[in-house]
């Protein structure tokens, strides 16, 4: 838990109320009846939950609880992480805990313990700061503690983004440091994997509108990285030089780049754009917790509307490959493509269809391919490796009738999806196929705030010689009484299996619920679900067993 206070305006003090109190209390019983399934599972359960949130002129402080029989009962202390944003006119601070994002490539909501601020004046330029400690030093004892936590030094940071923006063009400049402190863990010798580093990282945002319908934007990051500060005292790049100022160089020091664009041109029924990012290497930045580097990424998509704007399209396709070096043993590429479309033929009848497309083809180089080759073309093609994945989805949807006395829908779906192996042009017998349809009708009576509802569901699915199938109808329907403070539904379902045609397992289902509100802020729920499964005949499996089971739920919620 932790205590978090947003927005904090100093200015409104005593302009107004000095203390605001919500929150909410809530409580959920489960009682649970079943046998024959030996899932262990309680036969009672017991939860409750609360919050309060205090707001005093403009400092929020929530507190929060959870208790239950589970876990016999805890309060969650939410003072073991703070932080406070109050905000003065242009001025917004950020203390204690927090987190940032300057850009993707550089600072990028890394959490820290420190100070930040954003300031907004009147005029084009904007600036955002920020100082703090982005992690605390870990030292780890193998007799008490976890050998799965690895010990880290104390990392400190800070960094500085100015923009300038003129309507919806805008200039952002950026610079980030974080420094490992050598003597924050003495724990850590130099003969250890984990090693001090020391980040530098420079970044360019643009944005750009040019000839009215034109759009670019870009983005730049260079990230000079010292992976071990105990290094010998030699840069191992020349390119980084120019951070030496600002960075204590050695043999580990080297220096990265990422950068992205977008080109777009949007007519008045179209849209076209084009984008590409690279990502050096092992580019890193001490900014980020993660961050995915060595690709290539090209992506082109396209949008327009037709007939009348009843037919809309969107179609996107893109290439991405790694081992930008070429010095991996084996190398990806992926190629992702999608088409879009819906066309509404009238007020009743809507149909929209969805195409897209995976391939990943994997290119695997041993190094015994160069020693046991005797000719370039031996073993050609018998490591490649390709994968295509394919989906596709209808629907369908048509309105019966729409007024005030009677609305009727009905709605047929339609989706498959399907996958292939290929190894050396030859296509594999590990691909797969699934299948699924449904079609519903629903029905609602406003005078009688009543509304039913029709559906059958049915699905195959195929792998390898195996085939499967499950299909079944389902049954609800749901009314509100009392001015509509009650709400009570009802609903049964029915599906069962095949395996290559011969009968399997089948479940039967019935649920029950119904809530109550109490002068909007009482809330009273109340659910029941029995379900019935019949085992397979021929199977002897343990999770084919046939069981019944009951469970019922009994709510309270209070909002103040």
């Known amino acids: 838990m932790s205590l978090s206070a947003n927005a904090q305006r100093l200015d409104a003090i005593g302009k107004a109320d000095p203390l605001k109190i919500s929150g909410s209390f809530s409580t959920n019983q489960i009682a649970y009846f079943g046998g024959g399934n030996g899932n262990g599972r309680d036969p009672y359960t017991l939860f409750v939950t609360g919050n309060l949130n205090l707001d005093i002129y403009g400092w929020a402080v929530p507190l929060g609880f959870s208790i239950s029989n589970q876990s016999k009962g805890r309060f969650q202390q939410p003072f073991n992480q703070y932080s406070l944003h109050p905000s003065y006119k242009w001025v917004t601070a950020h203390v204690g805990y927090t987190s940032m994002s300057f850009s993707s490539y550089t600072l990028n909501n890394h959490l820290f313990s420190g100070v930040g601020a954003d300031l907004a004046p009147k005029g084009p330029f904007k600036f955002n700061l920020m100082y703090g400690r982005l992690q605390k ?41 974080a420094k490992d402190d050598v003597n924050s863990n003495l724990a850590i010798n130099r003969n250890s994997l984990i090693t001090p580093q020391e980040n530098f990282v420079s970044g360019i945002n643009i944005s750009k509108i040019f000839l009215k319908k034109f759009i670019i934007t870009g983005e730049l990051g260079l990230s000079a990285l010292t992976r071990n500060q105990w290094s010998q005292q030699d840069s ?151 994968q295509i994945s394919q989906n596709i989805n209808v629907n369908a949807n048509y309105v019966l009738r729409q007024d005030k006395e009677k609305t009727g829908v009905l709605n047929a779906n339609f989706s498959l999806m399907t996958s292939a192996d290929k190894q050396g042009g030859n296509t594999q017998n590990s691909g797969g196929a699934f299948y699924n349809f449904n079609a519903s009708y629903s029905i609602s009576l406003v005078p009688k705030n009543l509304s039913i509802n029709y559906s059958l569901n049915a699905s195959t699915s195929k792998g390898g010689p195996m085939r499967t199938t499950t299909l079944g109808p389902t049954i609800g329907a749901n009314r509100t009484f009392f001015d509509k403070k009650v709400r009570s539904g009802l609903s049964t379902s029915w ?33 029941m679900v029995a379900l019935s499964r019949g085992a397979q005949k021929t199977s002897t499996r343990a999770n084919s067993r046939s069981f019944r089971e009951f469970t019922t739920t009994l709510g309270y919620n209070y909002n103040f």
Not at 149 to 165: C, H, N, Q, V
Not at 499 to 516: A, D, F, M, Q, T
Request: no cysteine; net charge positive.
């Open 236 to 386: 191992g790049r020349q390119a980084a030089s120019v951070f030496a100022p600002v960075l204590n160089l050695n043999r580990s020091t080297a220096l990265y780049t990422a950068y992205k664009g977008n080109l777009a041109y949007g007519g008045k029924k179209y849209t076209v754009g084009l984008g590409y990012e690279r990502v050096a290497p092992e580019y890193k930045t001490l900014g980020a917790y993660y961050f995915t580097n060595d690709f290539e990424n090209i992506t082109v998509n396209v949008s327009t509307k037709m007939l009348k704007d009843k037919l809309s399209l969107a179609a996107t396709s893109g290439i991405q490959h790694d081992d930008l070096r070429k010095d991996k043993q084996s190398a990806t590429s992926r190629f992702v493509g999608s088409l879009n479309m819906a066309y509404q033929f009238n007020k009743k009848l809507s149909i929209t269809t969805t195409y897209s497309s995976f391939q990943s083809f994997v290119n695997i180089r041993p190094a015994f391919n160069q020693i046991n080759a005797l000719t370039p073309y031996d073993n050609l093609d018998t490591l490649n490796y390709t």
């Open 495 to 527: 599906n069962g299996s095949f395996n290559e045609g011969k009968p399997g397992s089948s479940v039967l289902n019935l649920r029950i619920n119904s809530s109550y509100v109490v002068k909007k802020k009482h809330n009273l729920n109340l659910s």
């Open 137 to 177: 030093a870990v030292v780890t004892d193998s007799s008490t503690v976890n050998g799965s936590i690895d010990p880290a030094f104390k990392r400190m940071g800070y960094g500085l983004k100015g923009t300038y923006s003129r309507k919806r063009d805008f200039l952002s400049l950026i610079l980030f440091k």
